[in-house]
């Protein structure tokens, strides 16, 4: 599950009031990145509450490293996502916020199960915004990861450009 929260003192004045629906994050993940569907409906944006998002990736046998573990990239690229999808459901639309640091601590060996990314943002400025995932196996609150990453807002000019 996916959780989003905005503290009011993180509220920027270019942030949209208008929020993505499940439908529109979904399409838009599946517009935008069809690369994440490359072994299916792997990635999905399951719930949207209000200020809250849930996130899940289907587990696929490719995820398996020898022991029978979830490999990191795999945790690593939910996290990124999640937090990437949360900070579009405080700013919109923007395809082009990039990530420019990513940090996991890998805390417990996940089973070979769907995982699931809570998430939330610290911070949201004009041009840099930061915020975290905690993961879990599904069915479980055991923490197996955690991450923090900054994401680069990208000027409107050049998101004019790269959809040219």
Request: glycine share 6%; aromatic share 8%; charged share 15%.
């Amino acid at each position: 599950m996916l959780l989003f929260e905005i503290h009011s003192s993180l509220n920027p004045p270019f942030m949209s009031d208008a929020t993505l629906t499940l439908s529109e994050i979904n399409a838009f993940l599946r517009r935008d990145f069809p690369q994440l569907f490359s072994h299916g409906e792997i990635f999905s944006v399951t719930e949207i509450g209000a200020g809250t998002r849930s996130m899940r990736m289907a587990y696929h046998e490719s995820q398996l490293r020898p022991g029978g573990t979830i490999f990191g990239p795999a945790m690593m690229q939910l996290a990124d996502v999640s937090i990437w999808v949360a900070l579009l459901g405080a700013i919109g639309e923007v395809p082009l916020a990039v990530t420019t640091n990513l940090t996991i601590n890998f805390l417990k060996k996940p089973k070979a199960r769907a995982l699931i990314a809570r998430c939330k943002m610290l911070k949201i400025g004009k041009a840099l915004a930061v915020g975290e995932a905690s993961l879990t196996s599904e069915e479980s609150d055991a923490i197996v990861a955690h991450a923090v990453a900054t994401y680069a807002i990208l000027p409107k000019k050049i998101m004019w450009y790269h959809n040219t």
